[in-house]
């Protein structure tokens, strides 16, 4: 049986899926799963680099954000995202593109617009 997928689909959920998934082992490895900043249980650690993860993977995949000018942390489902929009429409779109994250609660939008 053959099976076939959209050939626009399939390179860019690959894409997207191996992204998210290197940025979250990445984030695990560097800290060593250890429970931090206020957080109760490993479980909401997990969860939360997760979240992290996605959120970079979205902003990187935005032609309309530079995503590498944005640090994206996230602490019990409240995500903060730092660094530099080169306009505010960027700046509204990466906190757009966070806020519609699965699992994200808030977005605190600390990027500064610099020309």
Not at 32 to 42: I, L, Y
Not at 86 to 113: F, H, I, M, P
Request: one cysteine or more; glycine letters at 8%; proline letters at 2%.
């Amino acid at each position: 049986m053959k099976t076939t997928t959209h050939a626009f689909a399939g390179p860019r959920i690959l894409r997207h899926t191996f992204t998210a998934v290197a940025m979250a082992l990445l984030v695990i490895a560097g800290t060593g799963c250890a429970v931090s900043r206020g957080q109760q249980t490993t479980g909401a650690y997990i969860d939360d680099s997760a979240i992290t993860a996605s959120v970079k993977a979205r902003l990187l995949d935005n032609k309309n954000v530079a995503g590498t000018s944005v640090s994206v942390e996230t602490l019990n489902g409240t995500v903060m995202l730092s660094g530099f929009a080169k306009s505010a429409a960027e700046r509204q779109t990466a906190e757009d593109v966070t806020r519609s994250v699965t699992g994200v609660r808030a977005v605190r939008n600390e990027l500064v617009v610099r020309p």
